[in-house]
């Protein structure tokens, strides 16, 4: 399974970016996806996750009701659309998953696939 993330780049303070990540090599509807965020000297956060079938979503406390995941999966898309962006969030995204990855309402697990990473700069 291959991931490819995309979407990211520079946006002003209160601006809005949506990220992609695009699955190849297997089915999306086999797989939980999250996303995670990574700044310099630190390790990667998990912030958002969404189960198959979009049955349950997840989102750290730092982008509760400022993102949105969703998932397309005849695109073989997760989107992670970012609003009300603040300079706290950027960071370097990636989009993750595995096989049963946990993915809950109250949490989320990491899986071994990595995407490659997209870079989101909030500034003004």
């Known amino acids: 399974v291959q991931l490819q993330a995309s979407g990211g780049g520079l946006v002003q303070p209160g601006g809005s970016l949506r990220l992609s990540c695009t699955i190849s090599?297997?089915?999306?509807?086999?797989?939980?996806i999250g996303w995670f965020r990574q700044t310099p000297g630190k390790g990667r956060d998990g912030i958002s996750c969404i189960s198959t079938k979009a049955g349950a979503t997840f989102y750290s406390t730092s982008v509760k009701d400022r993102f949105a995941i969703s998932r397309d999966d005849a695109k073989s898309t997760v989107y992670l659309q970012m609003n009300s962006l603040k300079p706290d969030d950027t960071a370097v995204y990636y989009c993750?998953?595995?096989?049963?990855?946990?993915?809950?309402?109250?949490?989320?697990?990491?899986?071994?696939?990595w995407g490659q990473g997209t870079q989101v700069t909030v500034s003004s």
């Open positions: 993750n998953t595995a096989k049963d990855v946990y993915c809950t309402e109250y949490g989320m697990g990491i899986g071994g696939y």
């Open positions: 090599g297997g089915t999306l509807d086999d797989y939980n």
